[in-house]
């Protein structure tokens, strides 16, 4: 067999082609899901207009067929692509309304990824007292779930914020805690970005020795 040749443009395309037909075969939510992968690999490829694009016309057709949830989330992906793009406020307008959604339906998890996603914008925007209560409201929900992974988000996002305010002894305290709840899902991928969080707080401290083990353990988990 011949080795697979990956040109990028002309994967986008057959990607819209796939879409075109998508569109006239299924149903709504099928034509929902094609415009939301496309809208994911445009933002992969740095297309952010495009992706931006994919992701409203998805919020549109969540509205035709009153899919609230997906409605939701498609305004969480907008959100992520206009942050990508610098732009803070219309990304905080898409996640407010992402959580508005997501109180309303009474979806404690849709809730909790739409205050993850603030607590990113914040983060972005260099607020990071206001990072860390969206990250705190995360972790209070995880609890009340008794959702892990959830939890584990939320002490990442609290411990990115916390070594960002030169709180380094609390971001180890956090980070740790995420390693630990990765080691107890037996999430490997996850061991290996809170080691990697890990080692640039020990960077931070001043402590390269300790740093680079940490973050060659983050490297080995990623490629198992």
Do not use: W
């Not at 793009?85 to 307008?93: I, R, S, T, Y």
């Not at 209560?133 to 988000?153: D, P, T």
């Amino acid at each position: 067999m011949q080795p697979v040749k990956f040109y990028l443009p002309k994967y986008t395309k057959t990607i819209l082609m796939c879409f075109h037909f998508s569109t006239l075969s299924f149903s709504l939510q099928a034509a929902s899901s094609a415009l939301s992968s496309l809208g994911h690999v445009y933002t992969a490829i740095g297309d952010y207009p495009n992706a931006l694009a994919s992701h409203k016309q998805c919020v549109l057709l969540a509205k035709q067929s009153k899919d609230e949830l997906s409605e939701a989330r498609e305004l969480g992906n907008m959100g992520a692509v206009y942050i990508a793009m610098g732009d803070f406020e219309n990304a905080v307008q898409c996640h407010e309304q992402h959580l508005k959604i997501a109180k309303d339906l009474g979806n404690k998890r849709e809730e909790a990824r739409a205050y993850s996603n603030l607590g990113s914008a914040y983060h972005y925007r260099r607020n990071f007292d206001k990072a860390m209560s969206y990250h705190n409201y995360v972790l209070e929900l995880a609890q009340e779930l008794m959702e892990k992974a959830i939890e584990m988000r939320a002490y990442a996002g609290l411990g990115h914020a916390a070594r960002c305010m030169q709180d380094l002894e609390r971001a180890k305290q956090y980070h740790e805690q995420q390693l630990g709840i990765a080691e107890d899902l037996k999430d490997r991928a996850a061991e290996g970005r809170a080691s990697s969080n890990l080692g640039k707080n020990r960077v931070a401290c001043k402590s390269p020795g300790q740093s680079h083990e940490l973050e060659i353990a983050g490297v080995d988990h990623y490629l198992l």
